[in-house]
């Protein structure tokens, strides 16, 4: 069975501090992992999608890395905002972009 | 225009109730998917269409109906709805083949009672 798995569940951190959200998955045989943030209530924006050929992709204050033979990827966050307070989550695309997701990751970043 | 926009944004509807969700973008994308997302709960595939055709069908019970008229439009006809089939109904969609981003709409809050 495909699984993603998101660590931690939840984070709660003053503002200004630089996080990392891990994620993990069970098969290797990925096209590309992608980062979602979902706000309550509302859809999934895209964050980062890094294909399977890459390593890391950034996007301003924000970069995703990923390592296939460990079955890892990480959103790393650099100085947070409490604009970022957010569910994190990662997702693994198998063909199709047929999306299996994590359970996601609440962010809450407090000023 | 990079939005994937869904109608209507809340929806009540009684067991014996016929409704339709609508979703519809404009990037010339020809992969579309309807997903499903229970409160505190990750999304979950239901329907993938690829080029206009059903391509991925996760089980889904027959009182769900997707169909996509044009390569703009997906729709999701409900009838004889389940209190557990309360959720978000996430529409998206991306480039077929290309493993691209996916654009997700805001979702419809649909409540069965």
Not at chain 1, 71 to 97: E, F, H, K, V, W
Not at chain 2, 38 to 67: D, G, H, Q, T
Request: aromatic content about 8%; hydrophobic content about 30%; proline content about 6%.
């Amino acid at each position: 069975k495909q699984e993603v798995t998101q660590i931690p569940a939840a984070l709660s951190v003053p503002e200004g501090e630089n996080l990392v959200l891990n994620c993990s998955f069970t098969d290797s045989a990925i096209y590309n992992l992608q980062w979602f943030r979902q706000d309550p209530g509302k859809g999934l924006t895209s964050l980062l999608l890094i294909q399977s050929s890459q390593r890391e992709q950034t996007s301003g204050r924000l970069n995703a890395s990923l390592d296939k033979s460990s079955g890892r990827s990480t959103l790393y966050i650099a100085a947070s905002q409490p604009g970022d307070s957010a569910t994190y989550l990662c997702a693994r695309s198998g063909g199709y972009n047929k999306l299996i997701f994590g359970a996601g990751t609440r962010l809450a970043v407090h000023p | 225009d990079t939005e994937v926009t869904q109608t209507p944004k809340h929806l009540v509807m009684g067991m014996t109730n016929k409704k339709s969700l609508k979703c519809e973008q404009h990037m010339g994308h020809r992969a579309m998917y309807w997903y499903k997302q229970k409160a505190k709960k990750p999304p979950e595939l239901m329907f993938v269409y690829s080029y206009e055709k059903l391509s991925i069908n996760e089980s889904v019970p027959s009182r769900f109906s997707p169909e996509c008229p044009n390569s703009s439009l997906l729709n999701l006809h409900l009838h004889a709805l389940q209190p557990e089939d309360s959720a978000l109904y996430l529409c998206a969609s991306t480039t077929p083949g290309g493993e691209g981003k996916l654009f997700f709409g805001s979702g419809t809050q649909l409540s069965v009672l």
